[in-house]
């Protein structure tokens, strides 16, 4: 019996395990592959519905810059999503800090709501904060409204709790006797933060950044509503360009394909990268990115 | 705001907006579509995840022992979870068109059938699909984690009385794996319910009748009727709704770890 000595962890059969990764890797890769070969087909080939390209087309890439503009997309949607999640994790940080550390009236509703808002419909906060943002413009003078702050302060809204969640499941594991040490040692509350939680806490404080930035990397609701043509992230120039391709004469669907992988490939590097912790945070705060 | 009358001319004054009462509540339930997109967004969360759970349950199953080359399959089962879903969206567009690569391919394997995949009642089939091939990696993630937690000697033991894999995995697996797989389901149901960027970015909109699920049919009437006020109407009472599993969830997640206190 070879499986014997086989990790007893692993408990499917080795052939059937074998078929099954190949179907399911095959299943998830497939279209990302084709995402990719049609990136470098010529669009009139893609929109023919050819599998393989006559020849690659990689001025794909070149061409699609000017098509749409891709390159202001991306830094505002990096400007946008990269200023709430550096908010979101600072903030983060001190009010898990507090919710672990200290008992206070109201904690445990706070932190009910923490978990509560995890599952309201993003799409139902987009009518009150729309008012929000256009009352600011009509009554206090502020033009919120197609601004990247704007933006900003919405990725907040869901940035907070949700990195302010993780936190709270990341900060209670380490333990408190460190910090009395460094308490009797003659530091104050925040020299113990400073000195000793944040560099205990730096995977936690990763994992929270990445998901907070992508928050505001793959939204699409809240920039649609809330951007000017030259405030749009990327994810709306994306779906914009995808839309307007069905009633185009030449459908640049190559291009479009070149535009979706440009969008993916920093979240899935950012992923790769971070995987180990990314995927402990994941499934602590049962949370999607 | 459900109470006032909101256009978008009275928006921008909306403090002396015409108070409307229950009108709206009223017209979102009864001569609105609200109750129709209600029934698509809860048999479209729940179909979902139904499709979902198996294919999560095994990929865990086939990454859980230790084999050469076990990271990269890792990595490579997230691919399709982490990619943004407006790009998600945005590829199954493309191969789904009517001349594109899904209906070539289906031709090609003697299957004569040129869709339309992304209009009329075959895109509620669609929409289920593809969030299938999106978000199928978040039961294998959480299935993945509660499956570390099972000891090896529980397998080992299971070993010695010489039960098969299924049994192993019907009379171990499964009851220990109880907590962690629900949880799972009712996180992806909600997610699902919640799915706003996928049905928008893959159908465009107007959306086709068969995928105007609630989020989609929420934005619809805000943001291109302008009938604010029905809108915030029909968020108000979805929010009732999801608050039923959002309550499931609240109790189930530890939220005070702290010894001296009861947990939730």
Redesign the interface.
Known sequence: MSW?A????????RG??AV??CA??A???A??L??VL?SVTPDAE??????WPSHLALDNYVQMWSTVPLMSGLANSIAAALTAAVIATAFAVGAAYCL?RF?FVGR?PY??SL??LQ??????L???LF?VF??AG?YLGLPLVGTRTALVITYLTFALPLATWVMVTYL?KIPESLEEAGLIDGLSRFGTLWRIVVPLSWPGMVVVLVFSF?IG?????FAS?LTHPDTRTA?VQ??VF??SL?GGALPL?GQ??GA?VV??VP??AL??VF?RYL?SG??AG?V?? | MGFLDLDQYSLRDWVHAPWSGLANFVEAVTSSSMPHSLWLSVSFALLTTVFAAPIGIVAALTVNGRMRGRGIVRSLYLVPYVIPQFVTGSLWRVLLHPDGATNHLLHALGINANNHWLIGPVSFWTLVAVDVWASWAFIYLMTLAGLQTISSELYEAADVDGVSWWQKIRYVVLPQLRGPLSLALLLSTLHHFNNFTLPFVLFGSPAPEAVNVLPINIYQTSFQVFRFGLGAAMSVIALVILAVPAVIYLRSVRLDARPQEAEA
């Open positions: 014997r086989r990790d007893p962890q692993a408990i499917l059969p059937l395990n099954a990764i399911i890797a299943f998830a890769l279209p990302v084709f995402m049609m893609v929109a023919g519905g050819r599998l672990t008992s445990r932190l009910a978990v509560t599952s309201v419909p993003h799409v139902m987009l009518l009150p008012m256009s009352s009509t209670r992508l990397w793959n939204d699409v609701v509503v994810a994306l779906q995808g839309l069905e669907y479009l394909m979706s969008c993916s979240v899935v992923y790769l995987q995927v994941l499934t049962g999607k990115g």
